[in-house]
């Protein structure tokens, strides 16, 4: 090989020496018919030299001629590159498996891709490449707005009541995470999945309820069950997401039918007052009509106890006189009858004059107004 001059598989000479090299052997045999050793080996050594450089060697001097064959190698690995290389490769290894977790934080260690365990704040070790660590902050509360004015989008506030009208409803999600390991496990797109779900709970409440409540009286009502439901959905989904709260922060028609909306408020509250008005005007005046009936009730309830007693006393009378009347009629005939004349004549005007003064020839004049002489005295 040291005297080939034709290239790195032989067959130099002149150049028409070369075309024979071609046409008798495709360039691996010599003219005389002798195989030529390709320099395979040569490469090798070659690429080894430079393996021992780029590992902290030095490379050999070539020998011989053209072909580089000859020369001698230079020291190999040493005991003390290997083992530095071990602690490095140790350094990265340990860089690579300890992680630090917050105290506002926790992690899902995973086992070739496998749920292994949930590592507390602190210092923690996950050996790579086995197992590997996703850390997921879960005391910070996350908000998702929803709602035309909040959100931006078009509909999404937008809510039919059970009575057919609409309502515009803006509310805010505040949530934070209780269990990273299903979330991670079970929930691709957790923000999503808390406005979708949120969504579709308020959509459900609002058809439940009359526009008139959750305009006025019944928010917090509908916050709290919101919450609740929502809750309770994402629980059904193994989610690892806790709801802190719901606020409801608005609950009005739309833009385009507030006014007309007013309108028909004010209309509705005029009517509520005219209507109290007249039921009170009602309840005065049958109380004022059950306070008659009730005292004609009482008088006639007096009137007939007394015309009763009455007539029980009249009886008895009757029956005492009778008795009397027995023992002696004579003198019980002249007391009725002075009785009865006292009783006619008590309150009648009268004189009484003696026979012999009203007589003919007495001084009585017979003109005389006797009755009214006596109404004047009596002023």
Same mark, same amino acid.
Request: proline share 3%; glycine share 14%.
């Given at each position: 090989m040291a005297g080939n001059n034709g290239g790195p598989w032989g067959g130099g000479g002149d150049s028409g020496g070369d075309g024979g090299?071609?046409?008798?052997?495709?360039g691996g045999r010599k003219p005389g018919g002798e195989q030529q050793i390709p320099e395979i080996e040569e490469l090798v050594k070659k690429?080894?030299?430079?393996?021992?450089?780029?590992?902290?060697g030095r490379g050999g001097k070539s020998g011989g001629g053209?072909?580089?064959? /000859?020369?001698?190698?230079?020291?190999?690995?040493?005991?003390?590159?290997?083992?530095?290389?071990?602690?490095?490769?140790?350094?990265?290894?340990?860089?690579?498996?300890? !992680?630090?977790?917050? $105290?506002?934080?926790?992690?899902?260690e995973l086992l070739l891709g496998s749920y292994y365990s949930t590592g507390n704040p602190g210092l923690n070790?996950? $050996?790579? $490449?086995?197992?590997?660590?996703?850390?997921?902050?879960?005391?910070?509360?996350?908000?998702?707005?929803?709602?035309?004015?909040?959100?931006?989008?078009? /509909?999404?506030?937008?809510?039919?009541?059970?009575d057919a009208n609409i309502v515009d409803i803006d509310f805010q999600v505040v949530w934070n995470i209780n269990d990273p390991a299903r979330l991670l496990f079970n929930i691709a797109e957790p923000r999503?999945?808390?406005?979708?779900?949120?969504?579709?709970?308020?959509?459900?409440?609002?058809?439940?309820?009359?526009?008139? $409540?959750?305009?006025?009286?019944?928010?917090?009502?509908?916050?709290?069950?919101?919450r609740e439901n929502i809750q309770a959905t994402l629980?059904? !989904?193994?989610?690892?997401?806790?709801?802190?709260?719901v606020n409801l922060d608005k609950a009005d028609p739309p833009?385009?039918?507030?006014?007309?909306?007013?309108?028909?408020?004010?209309?509705?509250?005029?009517?509520?007052?005219?209507?109290?008005?007249?039921?009170? !005007?009602?309840?005065?005046v049958l109380a004022e009509a059950r306070g008659a009936a009730a005292q004609i009730l009482e008088e006639a309830e007096g009137y007939r106890a007394q015309t009763v007693n009455e007539a029980f006393g009249e009886a008895s009378r009757f029956t005492s006189v009778l008795a009397e009347y027995e023992k002696a009629p004579e003198v019980t005939r002249k007391r009725l009858y002075i009785e009865t004349m006292e009783l006619v004549l008590g309150d009648v005007d009268?004189?009484?004059?003696?026979?012999?003064?009203?007589?003919?020839g007495g001084s009585v004049v017979p003109y005389l107004p006797l009755n009214e002489l006596n109404k004047r005295g009596g002023n």
């Open positions: 090299n071609r046409n008798n052997g495709g690429g080894q030299e430079q393996l021992r450089v780029l590992m902290g053209s072909g580089g064959s /000859g020369g001698s190698g230079g020291p190999g690995l040493t005991k003390g590159t290997i083992g530095l290389g071990a602690v490095v490769a140790v350094g990265l290894w340990g860089l690579a498996s300890f !992680y630090t977790v917050k $105290p506002e934080e926790q992690s899902v070790f996950a $050996p790579w $490449p086995l197992v590997s660590a996703e850390v997921v902050n879960v005391t910070s509360e996350r908000t998702e707005d929803i709602g035309v004015s909040r959100s931006g989008s078009g /509909g999404n506030g937008l809510m039919l009541t059970t999503e999945t808390v406005q979708a779900v949120s969504e579709s709970v308020m959509r459900e409440i609002i058809a439940a309820s009359t526009l008139a $409540p959750i305009l006025n009286r019944d928010r917090g009502a509908i916050a709290d069950a919101a629980d059904e !989904y193994n989610s690892g997401i806790n709801i802190v709260r833009r385009e039918v507030i006014d007309a909306f007013r309108d028909v408020q004010a209309a509705e509250q005029e009517r509520d007052r005219l209507e109290r008005q007249a039921d009170a !005007y009602a309840n005065r009268k004189m009484i004059l003696d026979g012999s003064i009203a007589g003919e």
